[in-house]
Structures are given as C-alpha cells and as structure tokens.
C-alpha cells in the first residue's frame, strides 16, 4: 500500500483544492483547542460538512486538538470530543497527555494521532502510547531516516508513522517555542503564534553610550537569525516509505490555495510516479517558500538551517478555471493581474495538460467584449484555448 499523502486545510475550499490534486486525508482545526488561529478553521456545522465531502470522496479527516493544555483549557472538552466523535471525523490530533487521557476516558474508540508537538523520538515512548491505544504517533521532526529505521523495528506494526515531508518548520525543538508569548503575549502553544523568529533583530553594544545597534548578520545568508529553511522532501520519498513511514505530511494550513494544489499535487505525482521528479522539484520553486532544506534526515549533511524570511516563488496564480473547457474557450475566474500576449502555464491533476502553456489571444469579459488587461479582482473571463482543461485547474504565469 502507498503511503497516505495528508494535506493542510485551513479553510473549506483548501480542502477541495487538496483532494482534488490528490491528498488522501486532510487535517485541520476547530474554532477550539487548534494551534493555528489564524487560519481560517471550521466551526461545528462546517466540520460534519467537511466530513461527509471527504467520505463521499473515500477521503479522510484528521482535527487537531494539538495545543499545550492549561487547567482552564479542559472546560468543553469533552463535550467538544463527544461531537467530533459523533461527526464522524475519521481521528484527532492531540500533543498533550491529558487530553489522550481525557478523549479515551470520553470516546475511547476515537482514534487517537499524537502530534509532533509530543516531541516523540524514540520506540520506548511509542510503545508506551499504544498501550493507551494511540493508533499513530507523528515523530518529532529533530529524527533521522536511519533513527526512523531503527524505531519501526521495535514497535508493533499495527502503530502508523507520520512524518512532515514539506513545508516551514519551526526553530524550536519540535515546535515548542515561547519566543511568541514571551514577546507579544500570544502563545503558540496554544494557538497565536505571531511567528517572532521571522523578526529582523539587532544588537548593542552596552558600553557605547549612544546606545548604537548592530544589525545580526550571517554572511551572505541573511539576518534573520532564527529562521528555517522549508523542508522539501520529494526526492526521498521512497527512502521514507522503506524506513516504515505510513503517512507523508505537508505543513500550511495558512498558506494560499495556490500553494496547497502546487505543493499536494507534485507529491501525488511524485508517490504515484507519473512525473519525473527532477520536473517536480522545479514545481515546488512555483509557489511561494523559503529555500528547502531536508532538515535532520540526513543527520548532518545540512545543519546549516539559518535563512531569510523573504518568500521565493517563480510563477503566480492568475487564474482558476470555473468549467470545463467546450468549444474553444474556458470560464475562467482572475485571481491576479495578466495581459493580452502572456504565456500562462496550467496547474492540473490531469497529466495531459499538466504544465501545458496557453497564450493569451483571445480573452473577452461576461459581455463579449475583448480584455487586453485582466487587472480587475476575481472577474469572470472566457480565455480562447483548445486544451481540455477542468473546473479547478489552475493558471499562472511566470514571475
């Protein structure tokens, strides 16, 4: 069986655009108990509806309920875990042991995923969890494929392995840091993370009277002292599935639409093999990111993690297609600027025009009339094209 590929959805239509460029699962957050905030999350009503979309697909959904408990953080919460049981969600994610023990104690047939936050690295604790009757454990990010290895031998089989194969990873130590509370009261192990390790920050000198400050430097790799580079690990996907790796994780659930269907869709081709991975690395320069590392896999080949917070992208999201391709022409909805003579390149599931480009010749508004500049927001255009493309197929342009 291949590995189960398990995307981010931060809001109800990133989660259609990650099942339909191919995610098995998705995972994403209540209005409670999530660690991100500020992504869009889905309150009760959305959640059973998100439910029965994903089991119509044969597709599955994964809620967080990863934060750092507090005392006061238990009021709801088994009221909470009754209704995500009772919606049908297909399992939870959950970092802190209280909140196993209180989800067992409350529905003990919800299947239980442990978060990375647990800072899980080793068989002894694995092997202790499933005595609790956790089902998969999602390993710390601080692990190495051969230490991977290592632990899938020494636990039972039925236990899954989760691990993140792509996007920004925290500086601290499995995502436990308190520079965001310590700094701006917002706490990111609970849920407001205000990303301080992006800041730009300097020093002083205390015994220069004047108080001068030095801007923090590292050499030609920026300023930004506590940053990550983004995990990209699609070209050892196949490492992972032998080291025992079950599930295949990408991190985002604040990124963009267009991030989440550039990113679900190269790895999809790259598990099922239908694209050349060289080809889809290059895809994954097309959406926005830092530049990639492949973190402690390869224990010290690539230590080196400082990195500028400015995001990289060499293609845009112009625009989505809103039906399928008839009789020359497509329904086309703008998202970003594009003029009369660009070259726009098609983000699609399908393989025949995956990557196919279009010029823009021939591009009219609801009324007939001819568009030579496409600048105004989610208009709706008809773009002359003889490929076949399909509602959700995405357009852009280079940079």
Same mark, same amino acid.
């Given at each position: 069986m291949k590995p189960e590929l398990l995307a981010p959805a931060g809001t109800f239509e990133k989660m259609k655009t990650a099942f339909r460029f191919g995610a098995d699962a998705v995972y994403f957050a209540g209005k409670k108990f999530g660690l991100r905030a500020f992504a869009g999350n889905f309150d009760e009503e959305e959640i059973e509806t998100a439910v029965k979309y994903a089991h119509g697909l044969n597709k599955k959904v994964y809620i967080t309920i990863n934060i750092l408990a507090h005392e006061d953080d238990f009021d709801g919460l088994p009221e909470y875990i009754k209704y995500l049981e009772k919606a049908g969600v297909d399992a939870v994610?959950?970092?802190?042991?209280?909140? $196993?023990?209180?989800i067992k104690?409350?529905?003990?047939?919800?299947? $239980?995923?442990?978060?990375?936050?647990?800072n899980v690295l080793n068989s002894y604790a694995i092997n202790f969890l499933a005595k609790l009757g956790v089902k998969r454990i999602i390993l710390a990010r601080e692990l190495s494929i051969e230490e991977i290895k290592k632990i899938r031998k020494k636990i039972p089989k039925e236990i899954d392995l989760e691990c993140f194969v792509h996007g920004a990873m925290c500086?601290?130590?499995?995502?436990?840091?308190?520079?965001?509370?310590?700094?701006?009261?917002?706490?990111?192990?609970?849920?407001?993370?205000?990303?301080?390790?992006?800041?730009?920050y300097c020093i002083s000198e205390i015994s220069r009277k004047d108080g001068q400050k030095y801007e923090i430097q590292e050499d030609a790799r920026g300023t930004y002292i506590l940053n990550s580079k983004d995990m990209c690990m699609i070209e050892h996907l196949k490492e992972l599935e032998e080291a025992g790796v079950n599930s295949f994780k990408i991190e985002g659930r604040m990124k963009?639409?267009?991030?989440?269907?550039?990113?679900?869709?190269?790895?999809?081709?790259?598990?099922?093999?239908?694209?050349?991975?060289? $080809?889809?690395?290059?895809?994954?320069?097309?959406?926005?990111?830092?530049?990639? +590392?492949?973190?402690?896999?390869?224990?010290?080949?690539?230590?080196?993690?400082?990195?500028?917070?400015m995001p990289i992208q060499t293609h845009e999201f112009v625009a989505v297609v809103l039906e399928d391709a008839?009789?020359?022409?497509?329904?086309?909805?703008?998202?970003?600027?594009?003029?009369?003579?660009? +070259?726009?390149?098609?983000?699609?599931?399908?393989?025949?025009t995956f990557n196919k480009e279009i010029v823009v010749e021939d591009l009219k508004n609801i009324n007939n009339e001819e568009v030579t500049d496409a600048k105004q927001v989610q208009q709706t255009l008809f773009l002359k094209t003889d490929l076949k493309l399909q509602s959700g197929d995405i357009l852009r342009k280079k940079v």
């Open positions: 994610i959950v970092a802190d042991f209280g909140i $196993v023990n209180v104690e409350t529905c003990p047939n919800l299947e $239980v995923h442990i978060s990375t936050q647990a500086i601290s130590y499995s995502g436990r840091c308190l520079l965001s509370n310590y700094l701006s009261g917002r706490d990111s192990n609970r849920g407001a993370c205000v990303q301080a390790c992006r800041w730009k963009s639409e267009y991030y989440v269907a550039t990113v679900v869709n190269a790895y999809r081709k790259a598990i099922d093999q239908t694209e050349d991975v060289k $080809v889809l690395r290059a895809e994954l320069e097309k959406a926005s990111h830092r530049h990639y +590392t492949t973190g402690f896999y390869f224990a010290g080949e690539e230590k080196e993690c400082l990195e500028t917070s008839d009789g020359g022409k497509v329904k086309i909805q703008q998202r970003n600027r594009f003029l009369k003579g660009d +070259t726009l390149e098609v983000l699609s599931p399908n393989q025949e």
